[in-house]
């Protein structure tokens, strides 16, 4: 059999170190220079208690009102500026954009091609006739598909020609 295990000794207590005394005040009339205390950094200080503690606890130094307010402040305003410059670009539209109404509709005489395989026939175009500003008109080809989804009257909204461009 073993022996119990001895009890642990109890810890002493020390005695707290006594504060420092101010420096006694300067005789009177004499001008003595008054220490400026030097800015310091002050790091967070991580307190931790006893092992087995889950995490040690941080301890920032506190702000004033007017730090958290002028923060508080900036943070508004540069989420303010994201959003008007995504509002802005959702709503820019590029020199090159051309707007129109479409006029008329019309499709060019199948013209005859000739392959590898022989004659065919081939559709040489849709178009469709689109007015832009007072007197622009302006002559849009499409494929058959696109072209059946506009009719006289409707809105279109088609790049420049790439000559016109810039």
């Excluded at 005859?112 to 302006?138: A, E």
């Amino acid at each position: 059999m073993s022996a119990p295990d001895p009890e642990p000794a109890p810890k002493k207590l020390e005695p707290k170190p006594e504060p420092a005394k101010p420096p006694p005040p300067p005789a009177a009339g004499a001008t003595a220079a008054v220490p400026v205390p030097k800015a310091v950094a002050v790091r967070p200080k991580v307190v931790s208690g006893p092992p087995g503690e889950k995490k040690p606890v941080l301890v920032l130094p506190t702000s004033s009102r007017r730090e958290t307010l002028f923060t508080v402040v900036i943070v508004i305003v540069v989420v303010t500026l994201i959003g008007l410059a995504v509002y802005q670009m959702g709503t820019e539209t590029s020199p090159n954009l051309l707007i129109g109404t479409v006029t008329e509709k019309y499709v060019d005489a199948p013209e005859l091609g000739v392959s590898t395989k022989g004659v065919k026939t081939v559709d040489s175009g849709f178009h469709l006739k689109v007015r832009v500003g007072d007197r622009q008109y302006l002559i849009k080809t499409l494929p058959e598909e696109e072209w059946n989804r506009y009719k006289v009257g409707d809105t279109i909204k088609f790049l420049k020609p790439p000559e016109e461009q810039h």
